[in-house]
């Protein structure tokens, strides 16, 4: 839990449970917790992401990294208590291509010049119940969806009875729209699903959009009752 104390500006170790620290974006505090070595699918797959980019990334020239700490400085992300968290050089690089990577795409070397994360319209969806397609809805008229090697990114959760308010994951990647820069892709789009989803319960969604030079949008999370 990130935090500011009028008693400390540093702290750092455990006690009663609690494991005080700091990064990049400020002091924070958490429970104290055990190791574990997570063995889903989907974890494994982040895991197997994290080394190759790694790898990546260590091949890259000291200029490509110049660019990518140059871009990381101009794009802070904005925490819980409106603080801004700064990314290292190689934190903005993995968070442009983990995405890409994860879907079959193209990774990116040269870190973007337009230092924003881009912006998409709000997505939407419908589900009917007992099947597995969600129909997403999207405005083909973004600048992602008429540029070639761009894509819209959606990714799932388990369904959850309307009583559930917050949903914070487990997430899985269904699927992709890529855009055109010719045809932009129809909305709506077919996505499949993991599983046969119920009438009335709720699917969460997660959508992030890559841009051609390597900007990830923020990602949008809404929910999908399925009628």
């Known amino acids: 839990m990130k935090f500011k104390s009028p008693l400390f500006t540093q702290a750092s170790g455990s006690i009663a449970g609690m494991t005080f620290s700091r990064n990049r974006g400020g002091m924070y505090v958490r ?30 020239s000291n200029a490509e990294r110049d660019a990518w700490a140059l871009y990381a400085e101009n794009t802070p992300k904005t925490d819980v208590l409106g603080e801004p968290i700064f990314m290292s050089a190689q934190q903005a690089f993995l968070r442009t291509n983990i995405p890409r990577l994860r879907n079959g795409h193209p990774t990116i070397d040269t870190a973007p010049t337009t230092f924003n994360f881009g912006g998409f319209t709000n997505p939407d969806g419908t589900l009917t119940g007992g099947t597995l397609l969600l129909q997403m809805t999207f405005d083909n008229a973004d600048d992602w969806a008429n540029e070639d090697e761009s894509f819209m990114y959606i990714q799932a959760g388990i369904p ?68």
């Open 31 to 60: 429970s104290r917790a055990t190791p574990t070595n997570p063995k889903t699918d989907a974890q494994s797959e982040a895991r197997g992401a994290m080394v190759q980019l790694n790898v990546q990334w260590g091949a890259l």
């Open 160 to 227: 959850y009875p309307q009583s559930r308010k917050y949903y914070g994951g487990p997430w899985y990647t269904a699927g992709n729209i890529a855009g055109s820069a010719t045809t932009p892709p129809t909305s709506p789009a077919g996505i499949a699903l993991r599983e046969i989803v119920a009438s009335g319960l709720v699917v969460p969604v997660r959508v992030r959009v890559s841009r051609a030079d390597g900007r990830l949008s923020s990602p949008f999370v809404f929910r999908v009752t399925a009628s």
